[in-house]
């Protein structure tokens, strides 16, 4: 029991360090003045080593070994679910080397500022160098966690647990055979539906409040969060009661509104973890693509539906009585589902979302592989453009450097994002069979149903089961992309009259 | 050489550590949502324990040691200063004991929320436990680090190095005996100032924009630094390139304002210091009494003189056109100098700031050493107010609980404050002989004489000399009262026509 507790609390240790190292992030992101990036550079960089260091010291090792031999917890209990969590999470800090591993963070920190720089420049060039450094380190850091297949799959496996690439293949495969005739019909209807009353002049404050307000009723607990602004929306957490949310604003209603309840989901998924698990191998979501069901559920599968908005219309145009005038709910539904190719990811309609995932999956693995030259990936992006959404980006920033990832050493990020898309709608389907008055709780501005479920079923569970253990727990089934495509077809199919 | 340069880089290490702590406190005191303070308090502890682990290891030792052994730098030279001070900053880290400085960082970290709710409450007792806690840790921090005198002292020289109660007595007596009748002959003469023109209503925003171009004018360097809100004003920084400074609007023109020159004054310090100094134990300011010299003398020399305001308040007039109708530069001058009792110190006017510092100088050396108990603290407060300035506070949260600094562990603290005011007007006294175009500069709104003479003179000099050398080398002069008496007296003789 000693040992058990002892491991706990260096543990706890790690993860007050980690905690650390995510607000060094969050300030960089949010509040840093431009000259503070050389200083925060050196300071995540510590932070990382020391996290590192402490993680894998002998003695953890020692006290690990101990826990595990002493102990008799019950299989299915928490504390061999820690011991088992604790013990994947040690194999693999020991795996990094720790100049590598703050290596990662010093160059990332750095990589970060000129991709912002390189994207407002529109210029890939600017960040060619970078990407190298990056790659360069991202293969060293696959080569050090080890992998069966391909690189890839060591990356992959740090985002979503068991998840590689002969997996995911089918999964894309199937993504794309059911997605890319549904944007070829939806296109041949593009004119049945308009969005322009999306894009009238919105004001920052009132749409500010608007969102928080919409927030507060989901259920997100604004003394355990915060929301402020960034370049890229994001959501990260310091312990479940101090859960950060960003957003960004812009003159239309959609972009704002739609990524807070994005990032919303994040959020309530870290802010309903059980408590007992806090600081713990088994605090914090399970995977990426079990965290990004959680926002793609909130933003879309309620954030776009007739019965959310049923309730929110009303109330929108009284916050917007002079761009909402005369509009009705029918249309404005309408007008947040309108599919269309574009070429931001982040502003991507549900149908064409995913091809933008599948794009960079495929440029990342030739790029991590050598197959495709850093100084020929814009090219190649582009080419893909033509090819899956028959658009071409005007240039860089709204095409290959659109997205902050790679910057963050973040590649195998990106396959998770449809995950969570295939997964979200496995939950929803599972939520209403479990609940079917949740719509209707909806269409009242009640989320208590909806939320209860998600916390049931997923959030409370914390890191404690594996996410393919998890996902059957929850939906009882295995990932499964047939739902989602059904559901797009559905939906789109009514709306574009198919 | 090469032990030298490893010793830099540990220590450089423990910086950027600290760094991450002071972040961790500048988020919990700006954006941290009140479900935060949990994590962290246990973050804070983590971040402070591992940073003193990491400096007092034997293997700083033994860096330590074999650079001084090894050294053959010039005693004046920037290497030996380097050396000295980290022997010093090692020597009294190392008599900490490890699980203090835990404690110490977690006890302070919910000892400043229980102090802003019992100040919100208007009630000391709801501090009063954590009062006594902190004084048991302040006793142990003092034995810890050893004293010839008495345990004050001990708290005392974290702040100001070589400063004893023996030293600060006849300081304050000869402070008191200046101040005293000076007091006495302006509330005589109460009727001559008048100051209602800093109260009507000022817009938060414009006070804000003009107080940020003030600064910019001044010198501080935005892309370095930033301003937020938060309940008590202060300065942070995380290096020389990065400088947070706070404050807090009411309706008033005069708080946000002289509050923001006030910090720019610390900022500018921490922006001017050396480069090469950066994350090495001669960075940052050299003692508080010096970095408050800094703060006041922008505040009071600079910001409450007349030179200043003909240049700006005609622009104050612009930005409030309403509220400053009919007004002019002397009105306006006369009424930021008014001095009158108050019992808030950071509102105090230069006549009765260092009645504050005195009063709380005695009853924090009265509970240090159990002469005054915790339960009494709160009436003998109000006594020695109505002694020394001559009122009673309405209730706690305008009396004993005003000030943050006890519920951060910060005993020996205040007595800096009274040291700054002296030493600035022994600043800028000196400037003045050496470049005595300086008022006329700033007549102009320029300020690059001034603060060019203050980074020569100051600034650049971080830690590199004791403060005591560092004040004779930048005045000719120990520390002085008789400048700042003599500048009182004209300064308000003059204004109050005594």
């Not at 402490?54 to 928490?78: G, I, K, N, V």
């Not at 088992?84 to 500022?113: G, H, I, N, S, Y």
């Not at 991709?115 to 450094?133: G, I, M, Y």
């Not at 209403?432 to 501005?445: K, N, T």
Request: charged share 25%; with cysteine.
């Amino acid at each position: 029991m000693s040992a058990f507790n002892d491991l706990k609390k260096r543990l706890a240790d790690v993860h007050n360090l980690e905690m650390a190292g995510a607000l060094l992030d969050w300030d960089q992101q949010t509040y840093m003045p431009r000259g503070g990036i050389g200083a925060r550079a050196e300071s995540r960089a510590t932070i990382s080593k020391l996290a590192h260091d402490l993680h894998t010291q002998s003695e953890t090792a020692r006290l690990l070994e101990r826990a595990e031999r002493e102990s008799d917890f019950a299989p299915e209990s928490d504390q061999s679910a820690m011991l088992r969590r604790a013990r994947r999470d040690f194999d693999k800090a020991t795996k990094l080397p720790a100049a590598l591993v703050e290596e990662t963070a010093r160059v990332t920190a750095l990589a970060q500022v000129e991709w912002a720089h390189a994207r407002s420049e529109k210029d890939f060039q600017l960040f060619a160098t970078w990407l190298e450094k990056i790659l360069d380190i991202q293969r060293r850091t696959a080569d050090a966690l080890g992998f069966e297949d391909c690189r890839y799959d060591a990356l992959l496996d740090q985002y979503e647990e068991g998840m590689t690439r002969a997996r995911l293949d089918p999964i894309f495969e199937e993504l794309k055979r059911e997605t890319v005739p549904l944007v070829h019909a939806i296109s041949a209807n593009d004119g049945k539906v308009d969005d322009a009353i999306l894009h009238r002049d919105y004001d920052e404050i009132s749409q500010k409040t608007f969102a928080e307000n919409v927030l507060r009723d989901c259920g997100f607990d604004w003394s355990r969060g915060r929301q402020d602004k960034s370049v890229h929306p994001f959501c990260t957490n310091f312990g479940q009661s101090d859960v950060r949310i960003t957003t960004r604003y812009d003159s239309g209603i959609a972009s704002a509104l739609f990524g807070s309840l994005h990032e919303m989901g994040h959020g309530l998924y870290e802010q309903n973890i059980a408590p007992k698990f806090e600081s713990t191998p088994l605090g914090g979501g399970v995977s990426l693509g079990v965290h990004e069901s959680q926002s793609r559920l909130w933003e879309n599968l309620v954030g776009r539906s007739r019965e959310f908005w049923s309730h929110y219309f009303p109330q929108l145009q009284s916050a917007f009585p002079e761009q909402l005038k005369g509009e009705n709910l029918d249309g404005f539904y309408r007008a947040i589902n309108r599919a269309a190719p574009s070429p931001i990811r982040v502003e991507a309609d549900e149908v064409t979302y995913n091809l933008h995932i599948i794009l960079r999956y495929e440029i990342e693995n030739e790029l991590l592989e050598g197959r495709l030259a850093v100084a020929d990936a814009p090219a190649s992006w582009n080419a893909r453009m033509q090819d899956y959404l028959g658009i071409e980006p005007t240039d860089d920033a709204q095409g290959i450097l659109q997205d902050v990832h790679w910057s963050l050493g973040a590649l195998g990020y990106f396959p998770t994002y449809s995950l969570g898309n295939i997964l979200s709608v496995q939950l929803w389907e599972k939520a209403l069979e479990d609940a079917p008055e949740i719509p209707a709780a909806i269409a009242r501005g009640d989320f208590h149903l909806l939320l209860g479920w998600l916390r049931e079923n997923v959030h409370q569970h914390g890191r404690k089961y594996p996410p393919v253990e998890l996902i059957q727990r929850a939906t009882g089934s295995e990932l499964r992309v047939a739902p989602y495509a059904d559901y797009l077809k559905s939906k789109f199919g009514a709306i574009y009259e198919l």
